[in-house]
């Protein structure tokens, strides 16, 4: 990384009580103070303020999750065997099972409308939300999944995708984990949504893979993951998968899952690199329920190239993870300067990805050496 000064002479302090200007400042010295550090995968900045953290908190405090489930709830409207609240029955699924929400926020029946009227405007979005089960048992989460357990997951996302990519253009995976997340159901399940339409984010991760590939011929999250590999954000990598906390991670342990070679959706992915896939996720999920040894909400989802049939050779598949805590009760909220002006963060992404891999070490210790 390089970091610059803005005017000629070292540690020149201004007259007048003005800020000082540090020629050629290292790294460390620009990342001490507060700072803005720009997100190359979404072509926006966010602010850093590494010593937030030390004031007084009166804001919301979570309770913690209850962790003691059963195996089977009788209430649970995704258990096997059970029905859901629109009167079907769910069958007595022995591993995944998969069905369109019963509350769906797209329909594939949409009609084909649009509203052109100045400077309001509208259009009908065609599509479809699946709930994915990811396992009769009520109370195993992901993170506490066997390998062959957590391996029929990412088969599971594979194969979704998939075959929603034969009919939608734009396919996210994606699981909310706990009540700090709004999942209404502690039961392990992920949701797919496919859509017509390529929504906001994707949108923006598009021009920014595009214009690097353009002007330097490679994949942008295969040159950051190069960027990254064996680094102070590096939470384990190996030949094929970089798990990092980005450098311009918003959220306070916010996590990026990219792989080291040209991939471009969950489909594509062979047998070795899934099977890679499913030691470093546990590995990170574990680490995360380690963190404040607690099961650990987020919000995480799967980017992969659009399914509109246009070429595009710069699109990388990755998964993000948003978790929400800031410490072990109390949550971030994105809120007044967030919202109004740009993202700001409390803890640096060095510091957090220092945590987070502790934490994944004393949980698994062959699973993060970085740069291993
Ligand atoms: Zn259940
Ligand atoms: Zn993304």
Not at 160 to 167: H, M, N, V
Not at 200 to 225: C, M, N, P, S, W
Not at 283 to 299: C, K, N, T
Request: hydrophobic share 35%.
């Amino acid at each position: 990384m390089r970091a610059s000064g803005t005017h000629g002479g070292a540690d020149v302090r201004a007259a007048s009580g003005q800020a000082e200007v540090i020629e050629n400042p290292s790294p460390a010295v620009v990342m001490a103070q507060p700072h803005r550090r720009y997100n190359a995968l979404l072509d926006e900045w966010l602010l850093v303020s590494a010593e937030r953290t030390s004031r007084p908190w009166l804001g919301r405090q979570e309770t913690p999750p209850v962790v003691d489930l059963p195996t089977y709830d009788p209430s649970c409207y995704l258990c096997p065997g059970n029905v859901r609240a629109n009167g079907k029955w769910n069958p007595k699924y022995e591993s995944t099972f998969v069905f369109t929400n019963d509350f769906a926020a797209l329909r594939p029946d949409a009609p084909d409308t649009a509203v052109e009227d100045g400077l309001l405007r509208a259009k009908s979005e065609r599509g479809t939300c699946e709930v994915i089960c990811f396992s009769p048992r009520h109370d195993l989460s992901l993170s506490r999944m066997s390998p062959a357990q957590a391996r029929t997951v990412i088969d599971l996302w594979a194969n979704e995708t998939a075959s929603l990519g034969q009919r939608y253009e734009w396919v996210q995976v994606f699981e909310n984990r706990g009540s700090a997340m709004g999942a209404s159901n502690p039961h392990p399940h992920g949701q797919i949504w496919a859509g017509d339409a390529l929504p906001r984010e994707a949108v923006k991760e598009d021009a920014t893979q595009r214009r690097h590939f353009d002007e330097t011929g490679r994949r942008l999250l295969i040159d950051y993951a190069e960027q990254e590999v064996g680094g102070p954000r590096d939470l384990g990598s190996d030949d094929d998968w970089l798990i990092v906390v980005p450098f311009w991670a918003a959220w306070p342990f916010e996590t990026l899952i990219v792989p080291r070679r040209p991939v471009s959706r969950l489909p594509d992915l062979d047998d070795r690199a899934r099977n890679s896939l499913t030691e470093r996720l546990l590995g990170l999920l574990r680490g995360y329920d380690g963190v404040f040894e607690a099961p650990f909400p987020y919000s995480m989802g799967w980017h992969q190239a659009p399914f509109d049939g246009i070429e595009r050779p710069y699109w990388q598949l990755h998964a993000h993870f948003y978790p929400p805590l800031l410490r072990a009760t109390v949550r971030k909220f994105m809120v007044g300067y967030e919202l109004l002006s740009e993202p700001q963060r409390d803890i640096t992404a060095e510091d957090a990805a220092e945590r987070l891999r502790s934490a994944i070490n004393a949980a698994s210790p062959r699973a993060a050496q970085p740069g291993i």
